[in-house]
């Protein structure tokens, strides 16, 4: 509509003028009407200077408006009032327009913000680069996960790991991968899935992160658990029929009359009657092994209240006092800050830490400066920990792996569970056990609530 207005007032004007001229021209050729003439020369000259400014002005508007959408500047105004009722509709049209590009803009502002804050918000972490490694988008999810505070590119992640680096750069769209990370004795599983975008003429990969440890330790120790059930149950099924029959045999022998006659009878009698109880004794032996490995299963509840570190390190160190000056070693427990304090069932942690400390006892032995220093203290995500340290020989490199595995020792006569059940009762706790080791000196287990 604004466009048609302007064309008739050009062609209005043009009239007009084209009017002036022929009127001009006649009083020229027909009359000696001079004075009128220059009047009308005056006139179409005037008539020639408002359509030069009337199309000026339409153009530095066009300009305006034109140049506004070229550099996203919606804040330009086209006022009303100068050039007529036409211009007034041009200009109006034009302001019009770029109203409509500018509630475009903040709509599209605003839902870039929205999906900013999903993006954020989300548990998993999400990491977009491009193939050189820099950085487009990530979240605090994926900061929390690989601990920086930012991130600009992913070769900024080496010190975490060089594998880590190699894995994102080198996934492709609908790969996936498994990358372990260890900090600070925590361990970390991360699960990498990745696909494939192209935004402005470049390709980026989009990787999500999740930390499936705790899942991985769920599922595993699920399964040991399963197993135990099976097997203890089997066992408990074929074993306890042969202690009391072999209970009730070895009862009916004691009973039984010396025989009177050779000599080969009485002592054949008597190995009868030991190997009777020989099969007793094992049996009831068996018995009693396989229920300590049904303990496995049978972990209470956690009664979960706050607790001062502080007073759970002193009641272990008064516990084990005496185990400890006999061995000649040294205990050293501390809490940073003083006032610290967990959510946990006291009963089952201060079962952990002794369980904890006689390991630390047992690595010691035969040492003349053996040392032990159980520690409660705030990580760097201000979470609370209890650290077990001794300055035993250490872990082997391919043993760490396997130490909270069921049924795994290296000790002689050791039963293997008891790290298993550390681990278990941390689960319940929501929180984890790990352990860093250097040979020949140190070995800490972190507990992390």
Not at 312 to 339: F, H, K, N, T, Y
Not at 356 to 362: M, P, R, Y
Not at 421 to 428: F, V
Request: with cysteine.
């Amino acid at each position: 509509m604004a466009s048609k207005n302007f064309r008739a007032l050009c062609l209005l004007r043009l009239l007009l003028l084209c009017l002036t001229l022929c009127g001009l021209f006649l009083l020229l050729l027909n009359t000696n009407f001079y004075a009128t003439a220059v009047l009308l020369l005056a006139l179409a000259a005037w008539q020639t200077y408002a359509l030069f400014l009337y199309l000026d002005q339409a153009n530095r508007n066009l300009a305006r408006f034109l140049e506004a959408i070229r550099h996203a500047d919606f804040s330009q105004s086209f006022s009303l009032g100068a050039g007529g009722s036409g211009m007034d509709e041009l200009r109006s049209s034009f302001s019009e327009v770029l109203e409509a590009f500018s509630r475009a803009r903040a709509e599209k502002e605003e839902q870039y913000r929205y999906l900013q804050t999903v993006v954020q918000h989300v548990g998993v972490g999400l990491l977009c680069f491009r193939a050189d490694g820099a950085v487009e988008l990530v979240n605090n999810a994926a900061l929390r996960l690989l601990k920086v505070g930012n991130l600009n590119n992913i070769k900024a992640l080496e010190p975490l790991g060089g594998r880590l680096v190699d894995s994102l750069l080198g996934l492709k769209a609908g790969a996936k991968a498994l990358v372990r990370l260890e900090d600070e004795g925590e361990t970390r599983c991360l699960s990498l899935s990745a696909t494939e975008l192209r935004m402005r003429g470049k390709v980026y990969t989009l990787v999500s992160l999740q930390n499936i440890q705790a899942e991985l330790e769920e599922k595993e120790m699920e399964a040991w658990q399963n197993l135990v059930r099976v097997l203890t149950h089997e066992i408990m099924n074929s074993i306890t029929p042969i202690s009391s029959l072999a209970g009730t045999a070895n009862g009916l022998l004691e009973r039984w009359p010396a025989p009177e006659g050779p000599e080969e009878a009485a002592e054949t009698l008597a190995d009868v009657r030991e190997a009777v109880a020989t099969i007793q004794k094992r049996s009831q032996g068996l018995l009693h092994f396989v229920d300590t490995y049904r303990e496995m299963t049978r972990i209470p509840k956690p009664s979960f209240r706050i607790v001062p570190a502080a007073e759970l390190l002193a009641r272990v160190q008064s516990l084990m006092g005496r185990r400890l000056a006999d061995g000649g070693i040294e205990l050293a427990c501390s809490s940073d800050p003083e006032g610290l304090e967990l959510t946990a069932d006291p009963a089952l942690i201060e079962q952990v830490l002794i369980n904890l400390v006689l390991n630390a006892i047992q690595a010691l032995e035969g040492r003349e400066d053996g040392r032990i220093e159980v520690a409660a203290r705030l990580d760097a995500s201000s979470r609370p920990v209890l650290r077990v340290c001794d300055n035993g020989p250490g872990i082997l490199e391919e043993v760490k792996p396997k130490v909270f595995i069921p049924f795994f020792t290296t000790k002689p006569g050791g039963s293997g569970i008891g790290l298993n059940l550390a681990r278990q009762i941390m689960r319940l706790h929501r929180g984890s056990i790990s352990v860093q080791s250097r040979p020949d000196e140190e070995t800490c287990f972190t507990l992390r609530f």
